[in-house]
């Protein structure tokens, strides 16, 4: 049988996105479940914090209730960060909460859609091929 993992205060923060006292103030109101290590630190259920990733995601600003039907269910709502074009293509960085996300795209559609630093815009992503890894595991991590 496999064990759920938990994760530090401070890893899940990581993974939300968030600060250290935002996950702490989570656990306090009961929005997390945690427990101590054998180490005597707090922890958070990885079950949990995965369903409040979710609860966030569902949360999170963007063109969702626009009544427009999409297939692509990867949706990373940001700020512009860098806008290199040339004569046919331009190349678009957004920062995405952790995460930074570039597209290829005419010139033309980004000069359309005003995207320069500091602008926010959304990606869709829709991919056919997705791969998915794991870390090593931690030393003194159950399994």
């Not at 331009?90 to 795209?105: H, K, T």
């Not at 980004?110 to 595991?137: D, F, M, Q």
Request: glycine residues 10%; contains cysteine.
């Amino acid at each position: 049988m496999r064990l759920v993992p938990h994760y530090r205060i401070s890893e899940a923060a990581g993974l939300l996105g968030v600060s250290d006292d935002t996950v702490r103030r989570w656990v306090d109101d009961g929005q997390l479940a945690s427990s101590v290590d054998a180490a005597g630190r707090k922890v958070v259920d990885g079950a949990s914090l995965a369903r409040h990733a979710q609860d966030l995601a569902g949360r999170a600003p963007g063109p969702a209730g626009d009544g427009v039907g999409r297939s692509a269910r990867n949706r990373f709502t940001g700020l512009v960060t860098r806008v290199v074009a040339d004569g046919v293509m331009a190349q678009v960085e957004l920062q995405c909460g952790p995460f930074r996300v570039v597209s290829l795209m005419s010139s033309e559609a980004a000069e359309e859609l005003a995207l320069e630093p500091g602008s926010l815009a959304t990606a869709v992503v829709k991919a056919t091929n997705v791969i998915v890894e794991t870390p090593p595991a931690r030393s003194g991590a159950r399994s």
